[in-house]
């Protein structure tokens, strides 16, 4: 896998664990602080991140290996393909 598509993953995992910190955090310590209707606000709101940012690796690794799959394809297509003088 590309050097590039390996960071932008790990960034998206880093991202999540922190939106999950956060979260949680929220959730256990922040009840007595916050307002109740803002409070299940904040807490959806970084939960929610936290679950999109562990879910978009998959999607990416998912496009990259059809890319992948899709220029091995064109590789065998043209190495198919008798030569012209």
Known sequence: MDDRVKKRIYLFY???VVNLLIGCYVLFFARGIVPEDKFQIIVLF?????????WMPVLIKKKW???QAKLE?????????????
Not at 73 to 85: E, G
């Open 65 to 67: 290996a059809a890319d």
């Open 73 to 85: 394809a064109q590789r065998k297509a043209l190495a198919s393909q008798p030569k012209q003088k």
């Open 46 to 54: 970084f939960l929610g991140f936290a679950a999109l940012d562990f």
């Open 14 to 16: 880093a991202a999540g």
